[in-house]
């Protein structure tokens, strides 16, 4: 398998904007970019709601500091200078994914960034089409919520408070088979 090295070229941004607080990362999972974060030196803070996860993590990245919780609770950071969400802003209805954007925008200080990458409509091999619709691209896939974005959707989402500085669709090789996402860096602007 090849490594998913995707923070790597913007780990000199991180380093600029964490300005020495903790990054937030929502959704670790088992802590693959923590330990990228936490081996440059960062302080990490990340958020899963599976203990099994969560228990991965921490041996991955033992310096870091994890909380298994919904990403929809409160969160332990009051502020960060960067939030890395990868593949975890999708299992929500409209209304809460945009609720989960704006606050993610309000944690960040100024000109702080967020790193995410969103499930493409794209993504077939991981539930973009032949799965129950529960609404406009989102499906109920192996009995669970999952949303899939397109490029309008992404610029819909991010419309209000943020500076787009990378928006491009792309596929990953991080799981058994090729992986569609949008990888996109936004700045936070009032």
């Known amino acids: 398998m090849t490594k998913d090295d995707w923070l790597a070229r913007w780990l000199p941004l ?37 203990a ?3 228990g991965n993590a921490r041996t991955r990245a033992p310096l870091a500091e994890f ?12 502020r960060a200078g960067v939030v890395v969400a990868s593949l975890s802003l999708h299992y929500f209805p409209w209304p809460e994914t945009e609720a989960l954007a704006a606050r993610i925008h309000e944690t960040l200080t100024p000109s702080g960034v967020l790193l995410c990458r969103l499930n493409s409509t794209n993504d077939h091999h991981f539930g973009a089409s032949g799965h129950p619709r529960i609404s406009d691209d989102y499906y109920r896939v192996d009995g669970e919520p999952k949303r899939f974005f397109d490029r309008v959707a992404v610029d819909r989402l991010f419309a209000r408070g943020w500076r787009m500085l990378h928006n ?6 991080r799981y058994d088979h090729p992986k569609s996402v ?9």
Do not use: F, M, N, Y
């Open 14 to 50: 991180i380093g600029e904007r964490a300005a020495g607080l903790p990054i937030l990362e929502l959704g670790c999972g088992g802590g693959r970019d923590s330990e990228v974060l936490g081996a440059a030196g960062h302080k990490v803070v990340g958020i899963d709601l599976s």
């Open 67 to 78: 909380h298994c919780q919904d990403i929809q609770g409160p969160w332990p950071v009051a």
């Open 182 to 190: 949008w990888e996109t860096t936004l700045e936070r602007i009032d």
């Open 168 to 173: 491009e669709e792309g596929v990953i090789a």
């Open 52 to 54: 099994k996860a969560i």
